[in-house]
């Protein structure tokens, strides 16, 4: 042991000028920073039921589908031009597309689009001075139905989700409020959802609001990912939640 971390100590002094790091991977527990292997790692089956809410063209299915043989992934993107996208890679019977966004509610709302459609939102840009994505301007808007986790489940007779995953550009903690009935009745095993923490929308879901709803369910944090920094700040992330357990401790 004291070899293998003396080795490290001098492979991170020649590698540091370069800004890199050594760190050891553990094979059998979560590393806290490459999110899909610990999502592999937790969900730890062949065939998850995932909900992708926020799909857009496709990211997160590309990456499920690399992390389990045969995954049932229903995506959600209410957007018509990613929709259209999605359409035309043809992923298969077990990917199922809906052209519909998820929230609170169900109804009908306003998508924001913008030139770049990740930025999406049924949210308006906040016009604070300080949002850090200060040219996001709105080039057309789109009426769009929206459903609730709960009722969309019920009506597929969905039983569980092993993964919820929400990118909904600061409408996420409408997705998961909207999951209150999967959450009581303890269906939902995992949630990734976009945590922002500057002002970018208005009336954006609060991560403290996030996290006090998930922590009423037993949901604890498992990590932060895909962190994004302006100005020396966390602008936003992934979080990964999971279910409190009373596994041993851990130390890294």
């Known amino acids: 042991m004291q070899l293998k971390q003396s080795l490290k100590r001098v492979g991170n002094l020649m590698i540091r000028p370069f800004g890199l790091r050594l760190e050891r991977i553990h094979r059998d527990r979560i590393s806290g920073s490459d999110l899909f292997p610990d999502v592999r790692q937790l ?12 799909a857009n063209e496709g990211q997160t299915i590309i990456e499920l589908r690399k992390c389990f043989p045969s995954p049932t992934i229903w995506a959600f993107e209410p957007g018509s031009e990613a929709f259209t996208s999605l359409v035309a890679k043809n992923y298969g019977d077990r990917v199922i597309l809906n052209k519909i966004a998820l929230g609170e509610t169900p109804g009908t709302g306003l998508l924001n689009k913008f030139d770049q459609s990740v930025f999406n939102s049924l949210l308006e840009p906040t016009g604070a001075e300080v949002r850090p994505i ?19 489940a019920a009506r597929h007779q969905i039983d569980r989700i092993d993964l919820l995953k929400s990118d909904t550009q600061g409408f996420d903690l409408n997705v998961i409020r909207g999951a209150q009935n999967l959450f009581e009745s303890d269906r939902i095993r995992y949630l990734m959802i976009e945590i922002n923490m500057q002002d970018i929308y208005e009336n954006q879901s609060s991560s403290y609001e996030t996290e006090r709803f998930l922590r009423s369910f037993n949901f604890n944090l498992i990590g932060y990912y895909e962190i994004v920094r302006m100005n020396n700040c966390i602008s936003w992330c992934t979080a990964l939640y999971g279910k409190a357990s009373q596994g041993p401790l851990v130390f890294y």
């Open 43 to 54: 969900i730890s089956i062949p065939d998850p039921v995932c909900f992708d809410v926020g």
């Open 134 to 152: 200060k040219e996001l301007q709105i080039n057309a808007v789109e009426s769009v139905e929206i459903d609730t986790v709960d009722q969309f």
